[in-house]
């Protein structure tokens, strides 16, 4: 069992005045954190859930201004913990390296976060970052991460090397510049709007179903290798042709607000298999 330095902060108090009345007793009585918060969040949590074991732990969430990163580690004693969720806590790194179960993270409103580190989560499932400070994201080599959302948090880097099993990719609203998914073969859904993209790589993601793009400066896209796309939205790019010929399953497409020459703007106009088309 591998703690973090946050847990030699945690300490236990066994209340001897109670060793006659251990029926009363259970194994989370004797818990107690230096974080105010965390212990706030964990009677209040206790109390919701009927917590009786730490084995009954497998979702907790905390929030508040004085939440820090040491308070946050003091949370790894949950050995059994699947989901974490902080919100607008006062942490400026959080280290989960030693929260070998985890499962799911979410993170929001964390608007000190600068430092995120995840790569000791080998079991994570899904990564999920809203409006956080400014968060770089590594999860390079968590071969089991099938969801990551990782919206308006100022990302300027995204490492997702090695993670075959990722089906879902949301990057909306960030200052990523360039993006590898050539192993990603498995995605099915990527959102990459607002950002800096110029261009953009998918001649590897056979199984992508939907993508959206908009308010990038994309001037081309080859979508030839995506015949499995259903929706596509580029719209307010700097797209000049398109040819969506290879992509004879796409139900939505939008396209509004791209300088397209004439000749694009024939063949759109003469388009009648795509059920809802603009541009």
């Given at each position: 069992?591998?703690?973090?330095?946050?847990?030699?902060?945690?300490?236990?108090?066994?209340?001897?005045?109670?060793?006659?009345?251990?029926?009363?007793?259970?194994?989370?009585?004797?818990?107690?954190?230096?974080s105010?918060?965390?212990?706030?969040?964990?009677?209040?949590?206790?109390?919701?859930?009927?917590?009786?074991?730490?084995?009954?732990?497998?979702?907790?969430?905390?929030?508040?201004?004085?939440?820090?990163?040491?308070?946050?580690?003091?949370?790894?004693?949950?050995?059994?913990?699947?989901?974490?969720?902080?919100?607008?806590?006062?942490?400026?790194?959080?280290?989960?390296?030693s929260?070998?179960?985890?499962?799911?993270?979410?993170?929001?409103?964390?608007?000190?976060?600068?430092?995120?580190?995840?790569?000791?989560?080998?079991?994570?499932?899904?990564?999920?970052?809203?409006?956080n400070?400014?968060?770089?994201?590594?999860?390079?080599?968590?071969?089991?991460?099938k969801?990551?959302?990782?919206?308006?948090?100022?990302?300027s880097?995204?490492n997702?090397?090695?993670?075959?099993?990722?089906?879902?990719?949301?990057?909306?609203?960030?200052?990523?510049?360039?993006?590898?998914?050539?192993?990603?073969?498995?995605?099915?859904?990527?959102?990459?709007?607002?950002?800096?993209?110029?261009?953009?790589?998918?001649?590897?993601?056979?199984?992508?179903?939907?993508?959206?793009?908009?308010?990038?400066?994309?001037?081309?896209?080859?979508?030839?290798?995506?015949?499995?796309?259903?929706?596509?939205?580029?719209?307010?790019?700097?797209?000049?042709?398109?040819?969506?010929?290879?992509?004879?399953?796409?139900?939505?497409?939008?396209?509004?607000?791209?300088?397209?020459?004439?000749a694009?703007?024939?063949?759109?106009?003469?388009?009648?298999?795509?059920?809802?088309?603009?541009?």
């Open positions: 069992m591998r703690f973090g330095k946050g847990l030699s902060s945690i300490f236990m108090i066994f209340a001897l005045a109670a060793c006659n009345d251990s029926d009363e007793l259970n194994e989370l009585d004797s818990i107690r954190f230096e105010a918060t965390v212990q706030n969040c964990f009677d209040v949590l206790r109390d919701r859930n009927g917590w009786e074991n730490l084995s009954d732990i497998q979702t907790f969430s905390c929030s508040g201004d004085d939440l820090d990163a040491k308070g946050i580690e003091e949370m790894a004693i949950f050995t059994s913990l699947k989901e974490l969720d902080i919100s607008s806590s006062g942490a400026k790194d959080i280290d989960l390296s929260f070998s179960t985890l499962e799911k993270i979410k993170l929001t409103f964390n608007l000190s976060l600068s430092s995120l580190h995840l790569s000791e989560n080998h079991s994570l499932t899904e990564v999920s970052l809203w409006n400070a400014e968060v770089q994201l590594d999860v390079a080599n968590l071969v089991s991460l969801t990551i959302d990782a919206v308006s948090n100022n990302m880097y995204l997702i090397y090695n993670t075959p099993q990722l089906e879902s990719l949301n990057v909306m609203d960030n200052n990523l510049s360039t993006i590898d998914i050539s192993d990603n073969h498995n995605l099915r859904t990527l959102h990459l709007d607002m950002n800096e993209f110029s261009h953009i790589n998918l001649q590897e993601n056979i199984n992508l179903e939907t993508l959206t793009i908009g308010l990038n400066a994309i001037q081309s896209i080859d979508l030839t290798q995506n015949t499995q796309l259903k929706t596509f939205d580029a719209g307010i790019c700097q797209l000049t042709t398109i040819n969506l010929n290879a992509n004879r399953l796409l139900e939505s497409v939008r396209l509004d607000n791209n300088p397209f020459d004439q694009t703007l024939d063949y759109l106009s003469a388009i009648d298999w795509i059920d809802s088309l603009s541009f």
